[in-house]
């Protein structure tokens, strides 16, 4: 008797709990605002852009929330105007007058103008010393000097032809407000206090190395963003952070999601996997300034010998594309036409045997002089792809007779060994790296990186050294487009004959998200997914929406059909989610030995009202208290009736029993 | 008997007090040279930071300059001269990472590791103590035994594996404690702040907790046991004592070596913490070594090796203080 009647009160609170639910969900209607929290996986500082610490993955990107550009994005042969209306060269390409957009205002008011571009191209180029961004005003091109033809023209000049300049620095340099720079002596110093753009995000909290809050910009010139508020927490741990995806803590990493992880992410309901280019690769860099790797035979044996596809499948179950010899991403509008990998160990085996490296009596080749094939290879110990791809290596050399010993160090002794030091060459002999987007879309990151040491970065990045590669560089600098990517496709042919490096891989870029908190996500190549697109109307841009950008949205599985981002509807369309505790109060009812039919349906009952304020709280917004208090009382009516219905039932139960036995 | 007592209290501080502070102060030396030096010895500088290879070459000069406002210009003596002088006018440089001062850097993450190191040593001084003796009380029962190998095993279980599985259970299937931070990135306020800054504080904590436990429990237990093995104890058995009181006149003795560990403990958990911090993304001192470490950020590195350094001795001066309160025949050797 008392156990039903114990039963029924578990019943009632939990319908209680149901009533309470949608009260809670109904809520999120009102207009509340979208809030979306971001697992970063790296402190960002506070967007300086003059300290951009070790090219960080999402720096650019995020960077690009809070500043723009004058032209989006870099990625493409003819970016979009952005904070530019337009950008004309002259007949030489040297002068470029661009003309801007009207009624553009900075986060703390003030209005944009002309005399804040001509700021900061001499700002980045006279006092921002080098880094991420200021290379591109100082090393190629060289910046000479900026005029302001009136409010919103402005005339920048440099001393060499820049044909691609919408690109870069076009579409890369962030436009600072000069109000507020040019009162700042060293522009390097200051990584804390909250930056001031034009994006479409304020920046209004930065907590260092712990998380920033970003509110949308109401007065952006495109629109107001798709999202209220960011809440960026820095979780450094990648399992913490798919742990917190599927808690519901987060509702999007930008950590690449492993491939283990994928199957998981697509079997929960509540989360999804969308998939976007971020023009990665993962390379195997030679030290050519290095005795045997100085030899241009010994390295295309090398890649000759590698199995890139047999590497990629391993290392990303798949999830990638095995690596060009030509170096530059297939995505990127500079990528040869015909790319691909020569795997074929037994013209290595010949060309190896033909430069003097024979077996002796060992495993290892050597030379006349008795000097083995012999090499390490240094990976980023906190990167496991990157070790298990140099283990890949190293284990497809060996049977080449080339011994290499793969060593995994923390990145500043990377670093450290890549740096030449003031009496010589680098001390590596070949390391794994990653490279980003900018690296692959930059007109001339060929230039930079592989370019005789010299000017650029070449000398202390690759050191590679070859003045028929430099030749063709130095024609496609100042080269009109059409011309350059002939040339540039030139350029790489030479590279896929000498190999200064080889591209294991290009990782695809996929990212975990809760739909039901934000489902606009959409991948601009060369970006990702985090990028400000992702946050924009999708015809923000005006008339000028370039095709390249696709709807990620269409491949996720079960909200494929609902592009639009709704977060009210989104956990009422799911009433099938199991939260994990359902399913473990499921079972332990069985446990009880529950045998009338009244309690597995309380449970029963209970499931789709836990499943919706749970997921309401995670979509809507966190400063409602009103709602925080009303989904809270739906919580706790539920655990009430959870906790009558397994703890105090069958406990009442057992006592019965109990009691009966004595009676019998 | 208190003055007789404090009398010899005194006798002991002044014949051993002069040794004790000379001994202390040399080790603060060693402590401050060897903080100094060990973020140097690793390959790599803060330029590597700063500008990156990718980014730009940096010549001599610049280089110079660049680092002249971390004060890391210059020789390396030149570097300790000028560290020590600022840091014997509380000046703890400039952070290479943040551009902030150190003091402020440190400050903000000192009182999370406060929290939780504290809690974690606090809980396994209690736990350990209490498991340790009723395990050595029955010295080979089945009670001890079982404890043992649960205790070990637990303490042979690397921390951020620990971690790992609290996380898995308690927050991706039970769904009972946030995954990440010290606070909420949201913000809130009074009560609600406080029990999401406990639920958040949980899980970091019993896996620092388990990481001191085992040696606090092996400490203990086997304390328990040798004092077992006491004449006094034989005595007092004799004489008829409860099990209660013997247990008690036992516990007293053994509590001496146990504060030692436990003090000790302090030190160890303080460095366990950079494990357990960067796997909960706690913003505790240990997480801002492990990311100063990866900028190579001297300033930041030499201070908090220097807060770490002091907790360690102030922990030895502590169980050596203790002791021969604890003790009363350390107490009679150090008057003698």
Same mark, same amino acid.
């Given at each position: 008797m008392l156990r039903h009647r114990i039963t029924i009160l578990?019943?009632?609170?939990?319908?209680?709990?149901?009533?309470?639910?949608?009260?809670?969900?109904?809520?999120?209607?009102?207009?509340?605002?979208?809030?979306?929290?971001?697992g970063l996986h790296a402190a960002e500082k506070n967007l300086n852009p003059f300290i951009v610490p070790q090219a960080l993955p999402i720096t650019h990107d995020f960077t690009m929330l809070v500043y723009d550009t004058l032209f989006w994005s870099q990625s493409r042969l003819d970016p979009e105007p952005w904070l530019a209306t337009g950008a004309d060269p002259s007949d030489d390409f040297r002068t470029w007058t661009v003309t801007l957009r009207d009624g553009v205002l900075w986060h703390d008011g003030e209005r944009f103008d002309a005399s804040d571009v001509a700021f900061t191209f001499r700002y980045f180029a006279e006092d921002g010393g080098p880094g991420r961004y200021g290379h591109h005003v100082y090393d190629h091109p060289v910046f000479e000097s900026a005029t302001v033809v009136d409010d919103l023209t402005v005339e920048l000049v440099f001393e060499d032809p820049?044909?691609?300049?919408?690109?870069?620095?076009?579409?890369?340099?962030?436009?600072?407000?000069?109000?507020?720079?040019?009162?700042?002596?060293?522009?390097?110093?200051?990584?804390?206090?909250?930056?001031?753009?034009?994006?479409?995000?304020?920046?209004?909290?930065?907590n260092p190395g712990v998380s920033y809050r970003l509110e949308a910009n109401p007065d952006y010139f495109l629109g107001r963003p798709t999202v209220d508020t960011l809440i960026m927490p820095v979780v450094t741990d990648a399992q913490a952070a798919f742990a917190g995806l599927q808690t519901g803590e987060l509702d999007f990493v930008t950590r690449n999601l492993p491939a283990p992880l994928v199957p998981r992410v697509e079997e929960n309901p509540e989360l999804?996997?969308?998939?976007?280019?971020?023009?990665?690769?993962?390379?195997?860099?030679?030290?050519?300034?290095?005795?045997?790797?100085?030899?241009?035979?010994?390295?295309?044996?090398?890649?000759?010998?590698?199995?890139?596809?047999?590497?990629?499948?391993?290392?990303?179950?798949?999830?990638?594309?095995?690596?060009?010899?030509?170096?530059?991403?297939?995505?990127?509008?500079?990528?040869?036409?015909?790319?691909?990998?020569?795997?074929?160990?037994?013209?290595?085996?010949?060309?190896?045997?033909?430069?003097?490296?024979?077996?002796?009596?060992?495993?290892?080749?050597?030379?006349?002089?008795?000097?083995?094939?012999?090499?390490?290879?240094?990976?980023?110990?906190?990167?496991?792809p990157q070790i298990r791809a140099g283990e890949l290596v190293a284990e497809q050399l060996s049977v080449m007779g080339i011994d290499i010993t793969v060593e995994p160090l923390d990145p500043p002794a990377i670093t450290a060994a890549r740096r030449p030091s003031p009496d010589g060459p680098p001390t590596v002999d070949m390391f794994i790296a990653v490279f980003e987007s900018h690296a692959h879309a930059d007109p001339d990151h060929l230039f930079f990186f592989f370019h005789t040491p010299g000017r650029g970065v070449g000398g202390i990045f690759s050191g590679y050294a070859n003045p028929e590669f430099d030749a063709v560089l130095d024609s496609a600098l100042g080269a009109p487009i059409d011309?350059?990517?002939?040339?540039?496709?030139?350029?790489?042919?030479?590279?896929?004959?000498?190999?200064?490096?080889?591209?294991?891989?290009?990782p695809d870029g996929r990212w975990g998200y809760r739909p039901g908190a934000y489902d606009g996500w959409i991948s601009d190549p060369g970006h990702g997914?985090?990028?400000?697109?992702?946050?924009?109307?999708?015809?923000?841009?005006?008339?000028?929406?370039?095709?390249?950008?696709?709807?990620?949205?269409?491949?996720?599985?079960?909200?494929?059909?609902?592009p639009e981002p709704d977060t009210a509807e989104a956990p009422a369309e799911q009433p099938e989610a199991e939260p994990a505790s359902s399913e473990a109060s499921e079972e332990a009812s069985d446990e009880a030995d529950g045998e009338s039919a009244a309690e597995p349906s309380a449970t029963d009952d209970s499931e789709p009202a836990a499943s919706t304020p749970d997921q309401a709280a995670s979509a809507g917004a966190p400063e409602a208290a009103d709602e925080g208090g009303s989904s809270t009382g739906a919580l706790i009516a539920i655990a009430a009736g959870v906790f009558v219905a397994l703890v105090i039932a069958p406990a009442a139960a057992r006592r019965r029993r109990r009691a009966g036995t004595v009676e019998d | 008997m208190t003055g007789a007592l404090s009398g010899r209290f005194e006798g002991m501080l002044s014949s051993r007090g002069l040794r004790l502070v000379a001994q202390y102060a040399a080790v603060v030396l060693a402590a401050l040279v060897v903080n100094f030096a060990l973020p140097r010895l690793a390959p790599g500088d803060p330029i590597d930071y700063l500008v990156p290879p990718e980014q730009g070459s940096v010549d001599e000069a610049m280089r110079q300059s660049m680092l002249e406002r971390f004060d890391l210009d210059g020789s390396a003596s030149q570097q300790f001269t000028s560290y020590l002088a600022n840091l014997a006018q509380g000046d703890l440089g400039i952070s290479v990472r943040d551009g902030?001062? %150190?003091?402020?850097?440190? +400050?903000?993450?000192?009182?999370? =590791?406060?929290?939780? /190191?504290?809690? @974690?040593? *606090?809980?396994s001084t209690i736990l350990g103590v209490a498991l340790g003796f009723t395990a050595g009380w029955r010295r080979g029962s089945r009670r001890d035994v079982s404890l043992l190998a649960a205790v070990l095993a637990l303490d042979a279980l690397p921390a951020f594996f620990v971690g790992l599985l609290l996380l898995?259970?308690?927050?991706?299937?039970?769904?009972?404690?946030?995954?990440?931070?010290?606070?909420?990135?949201?913000?809130?306020?009074?009560?609600?702040?406080?029990?999401?800054?406990?639920?958040?504080?949980?899980?970091?904590?019993?896996?620092?907790?388990?990481?001191?436990?085992?040696?606090?429990? %092996?400490?203990?237990?086997? +304390?328990?046991?040798?004092?077992? =093995?006491?004449?006094? /104890?034989?005595? @007092?058995? *004799?004489?008829?004592?409860s099990d209660r009181r013997v247990r008690r006149h036992a516990a007293r003795n053994a509590m001496v070596p146990v504060s030692?560990?436990?003090?000790?403990?302090?030190?160890?958990?303080?460095?366990?913490?950079?494990?357990?911090?960067?796997?909960?993304?706690?913003?505790?001192?240990?997480?801002?070594?492990?990311?100063?470490?990866?900028?190579?950020?001297?300033?930041?590195?030499?201070?908090?090796?220097?807060?770490?350094?002091?907790?360690?001795?102030?922990?030895?001066?502590?169980?050596?203080?203790?002791?021969?309160?604890?003790?009363?025949?350390?107490?009679?050797?150090?008057?003698?």
């Open positions: 578990a019943l009632i609170l939990s319908m209680f709990s149901v009533a309470l639910a949608p009260l809670a969900a109904a809520h999120q209607d009102d207009g509340d605002p979208v809030v979306v929290r971001v820049v044909p691609t300049f919408k690109l870069l620095p076009g579409g890369d340099l962030p436009i600072l407000p000069e109000h507020i720079w040019a009162s700042v002596e060293n522009p390097r110093a200051d990584a804390t206090s909250l930056p001031v753009g034009t994006g479409p995000f304020t920046m209004v909290e930065y999804a996997v969308v998939t976007g280019s971020r023009m990665q690769s993962l390379y195997l860099m030679f030290n050519t300034r290095k005795p045997h790797l100085r030899d241009p035979a010994v390295r295309k044996a090398m890649s000759l010998s590698l199995d890139v596809q047999a590497i990629v499948d391993i290392v990303e179950g798949g999830l990638g594309r095995p690596g060009n010899d030509t170096w530059t991403h297939p995505d990127s509008p500079w990528a040869h036409q015909h790319g691909g990998h020569v795997f074929d160990p037994g013209v290595a085996a010949t060309m190896l045997n033909d430069a003097g490296y024979l077996f002796g009596d060992g495993d290892v080749r050597r030379n006349a002089d008795g000097d083995p094939l012999a090499f390490t290879l240094l990976v980023n110990a906190a990167a496991p011309e350059k990517l002939s040339l540039i496709a030139q350029a790489q042919e030479i590279f896929a004959e000498a190999a200064p490096a080889v591209v294991l891989y290009y997914v985090f990028t400000k697109r992702s946050f924009l109307e999708p015809d923000a841009a005006g008339s000028t929406v370039p095709e390249a950008v696709e709807d990620a949205a269409a491949e996720q599985a079960p909200e494929a059909d609902d | 902030r001062p %150190v003091s402020e850097v440190v +400050a903000q993450r000192l009182w999370w =590791s406060v929290l939780l /190191v504290g809690t @974690a040593v *606090a809980v898995l259970v308690f927050s991706v299937h039970l769904e009972w404690l946030p995954v990440y931070g010290a606070v909420s990135p949201e913000a809130l306020t009074g009560w609600a702040w406080i029990v999401d800054t406990a639920k958040r504080l949980v899980m970091p904590a019993v896996t620092l907790t388990f990481v001191g436990l085992g040696s606090v429990f %092996v400490v203990a237990r086997s +304390a328990m046991v040798s004092e077992l =093995s006491e004449d006094y /104890v034989f005595m @007092a058995r *004799a004489k008829g004592l030692t560990v436990a003090l000790l403990g302090f030190s160890t958990l303080v460095g366990a913490a950079t494990v357990v911090e960067s796997v909960f993304s706690y913003p505790g001192l240990g997480s801002l070594a492990f990311d100063a470490v990866r900028a190579r950020d001297y300033p930041v590195l030499q201070a908090v090796f220097l807060l770490l350094s002091l907790i360690a001795i102030a922990a030895n001066l502590s169980a050596d203080l203790l002791y021969p309160i604890l003790d009363p025949r350390v107490r009679r050797a150090g008057s003698r």
